[in-house]
């Protein structure tokens, strides 16, 4: 089954403990890309990746790192964690290029910094 | 800059129809999206826009007009499970790479 995963679902943590979220998708999609969801702010890019070693700031991107070091796993990851990182997490993938190509997104991880 | 506008909350009855406007600002538009998000759950992809006019599929209906930044869903014959958020997104094309942004969403509630 074609799907992107997420790992955790949910954390809570507390302010400073170095966490990472993985994703990995399994339809060999050379973009990938992390987003958090806020109410009231909908959807926020933080970093994406056009392809292997290739990642690129999107519009949220302090406090948070990525590496791509295979084209199906695209770690998120927060060195020290603040509350204000507290939200709910999406990966996402597709195909590169333009045209109908949408992105496909996996389930969320809830995460929570005290 | 970048900025994307879609109501905040719409209620509409059982076998109505619903249109969801999105209007957006960018500077390297290509192409529109829309994506049913329901609580809790991830987003998935309803339609596609990237030339002017509407995109049929289904129940479910996408406009588009490029020159005025301006999009709509329209949902036909409504259901109760069509009650979820609804996401416009813009791809952004700048010096070959493709960023996404998001509007907040459009909360429908289907009432029977």
């Known amino acids: 089954e074609a799907q992107v995963t997420q790992n955790p679902r949910y954390l809570i943590t507390v302010t400073g403990k170095k966490l990472t979220v993985t994703c990995s998708q399994n339809?060999?999609?050379?973009?990938m890309s992390w987003y958090r969801q806020d109410p009231g702010l909908g959807l926020r890019q933080i970093y994406y990746s056009m392809n292997v070693e290739v990642t690129d700031k999107g519009d949220v991107p302090e406090g948070y790192k990525v590496s791509r070091k295979e084209k199906r796993n695209f770690p998120l990851i927060l060195e020290s964690p603040s509350p204000n990182q507290t939200s709910l997490y999406f990966c996402a993938s597709r195909m590169p290029g333009q045209g109908l190509y949408e992105q496909y997104f996996g389930p969320g991880t809830r995460l929570t910094v005290t | 800059g970048q900025n994307i506008d879609q109501p905040t909350e719409m209620t509409a009855t059982e076998g109505a129809i619903v249109q969801i406007n999105c209007t957006y600002q960018?500077?390297?538009?290509?192409?529109l999206f829309w994506y049913q998000q329901h609580a809790g759950e991830a987003p998935t992809f309803l339609s596609y826009?990237?030339?002017?006019g509407l995109e049929e599929k289904g129940r479910f209906s996408s406009f588009l007009s490029r020159s005025k930044g301006y999009s709509y869903l329209l949902l036909k014959e409504l259901q109760m499970k069509d009650s979820a958020s609804y996401l416009c997104a813009v791809r952004d094309r700048n010096s070959g790479t493709y960023k996404y942004i998001f509007g907040t969403g459009t909360r429908l509630k289907v009432l029977a």
């Open positions: 826009n990237v030339l002017d």
């Open positions: 960018t500077s390297g538009f290509n192409g």
């Open positions: 339809m060999n999609h050379e973009y």
